[in-house]
């Protein structure tokens, strides 16, 4: 089966959505910088994006990933492809083999 690693919600204001989540959920920030930040929880994360930067979407890991398209090292290391379902919802394939253990 597949492995679903994160939903990504745009926000207006990255820094007040951060204070929300981490005040109100059991959670911790992995990654934050100007225009995203990523929430861990114990399932699942939160990717927390401004709509000028990035699509709101859902995540997945796989090992072909490069099969989706033309993969993209982002500034975390991790190499992804953005896609639309057939509904026109926007999903990245992460390449799984790029997320850090």
């Not at 399932?43 to 993969?71: C, K, M, T, W, Y």
Request: net charge negative; proline share 3%; glycine share 2%.
């Amino acid at each position: 089966m597949d492995s679903l690693h994160h939903v990504a919600l745009t926000v207006k204001n990255l820094q007040r959505a951060v204070e929300f989540y981490t005040k109100n959920f059991d959670c911790r920030v992995s990654y934050q910088d100007d225009t995203w930040a990523m929430l861990e929880f114990e399932n699942i994360s939160l990717a927390l994006v401004i709509p000028e930067q990035h699509p709101s979407h859902i995540a997945f890991s796989r090992e072909n990933a490069e099969d989706f398209g033309d993969l993209v090292k982002h500034r975390d290391g991790v190499r992804s492809v953005y896609i639309e379902d057939s509904e026109q919802n926007s999903i990245e394939i992460i390449d799984k083999n790029s997320l850090k253990p």
